[in-house]
Structure formats: C-alpha cells, structure tokens
C-alpha cells in the first residue's frame, strides 16, 4: 500500500487539485456547482481558510488557499467539503454509479475520488506560476480560447485586482498569445 505523505505548514499557502470519481461531469450542471459552493462556504465559517484561485470543470477542481496563523487542517477541510457536497447533491438527486466494496468499507461516496493532489507553495514564483496555472487551464483543456471567457474561476477578480490584464493569453479576434512557461510544474501530477 501507497505511503502518502502531506506536508502541514501551518498558516501555509497551498495548491490542490480535487477531482470526482471516475471522472464523472457531476459539475457540468448548475445544480451541483451551487452545492459545492454553499459546501465551501459552510466549511469557511467552521475552519476558516483563504481562496486566493480557483477554477471549477465538470469533473474536477482547482485551487489556491491560504490557511489562517496557525492552520494546518487542509485534508479535513477537504473531508468536510466533499462530504458536505456528497449529502446535499444525495438529497436532490439520484447517484448512479455503484459502490465497490472498498468504498463501502472506507464509507466513502462515489461521487469524489478518494485522494487529492497537494503543493505547498514555496515561495513567489511558486506562487505566480500556480496563480497562472489555475487560470490557464480553461484554455489548456480545450474549453475556451481565452482565460475571461471561463465563468467559473477567479480570473476576472484577479484582473480586477491588476495581476493580469483583461487580455492575458486572449485569443480574441484572432489575437496571437504566448503559453505560459509554467515554470518548475509536473503538470501530470496536478491533472
């Protein structure tokens, strides 16, 4: 069996990828992206802790925190998060896949995959580069040609906050842009 091992740098700043079981687009649909937001919002009040970026697919999450002085409870936050979304979403609406025996053991749902990815942010450019990941990645799955045109992400808070400009990697109109050089990032880990 995997050691997995996570990192806990209280009041730290960290990277996370969350994504649904077997890829299923549980979030292609407004219903389920409401449910995770009144999920995050819930665990915020009890555990409070920072969202610096986000970006949401249909089948899995990006995201920046920022824990409070002395935080370092990330993966129950995760716990809380995923099971808050898990008895909502239940409540409203059927869940098709079957369980398997190990996630009836480990009383886990099959709505999320078991684990998430982890990166504790190092400094600056670690900071910047995950920054840019986040909102890059509507445009590095095919979903948009521009990073304003994804709603679901905070891209245009941080344009408004003048960390990007309105145009960053804009393919508008025909506009030629340069991928970012996501420096020092094993993008397969992430996905």
């Known amino acids: 069996m995997p050691n997995y091992r996570r990192v806990f740098s209280p009041g730290g700043t960290f990277f996370f990828t969350v994504v649904t079981y077997q890829r299923q687009p549980i979030f292609a649909v407004e219903a389920a992206r409401a ?20 970006v949401l697919f249909p089948d899995h999450l990006h995201c920046m925190w920022k824990l409070p002085e002395g935080g370092s409870a990330y993966s129950t936050r995760w716990g809380r998060i995923k099971s808050g979304f898990t008895r909502q979403w239940r409540q409203c609406h059927a869940v098709t896949a079957g369980l398997s025996q190990s996630r009836r053991r480990h009383r886990e749902s099959n709505l999320w995959q078991r684990r998430f990815w982890e990166h504790t942010i190092r400094d600056e450019m670690d900071f ?18 521009c990073a304003h045109a994804w709603p679901h992400s905070t891209y245009q808070r941080w344009v ?18 340069i991928t970012p050089h996501f420096t020092g990032l094993n993008e397969a880990d992430m996905e």
């Not at 408004?160 to 842009?177: H, I, L, M, P, V």
Request: include cysteine; charged fraction near 25%.
């Open 128 to 145: 910047r580069n995950h920054i840019d990941y986040v909102h890059y990645n509507p445009i590095k799955h095919g979903y948009v040609h």
């Open 35 to 54: 449910c995770l937001r009144h999920s995050f919002r819930q665990i915020e009040e009890i555990m409070p802790y920072e969202t610096l970026a986000f």
């Open 160 to 177: 408004r906050e003048g960390f990007y400009s309105n145009d960053w990697c804009c393919q508008c109109d025909g506009a030629k842009t």
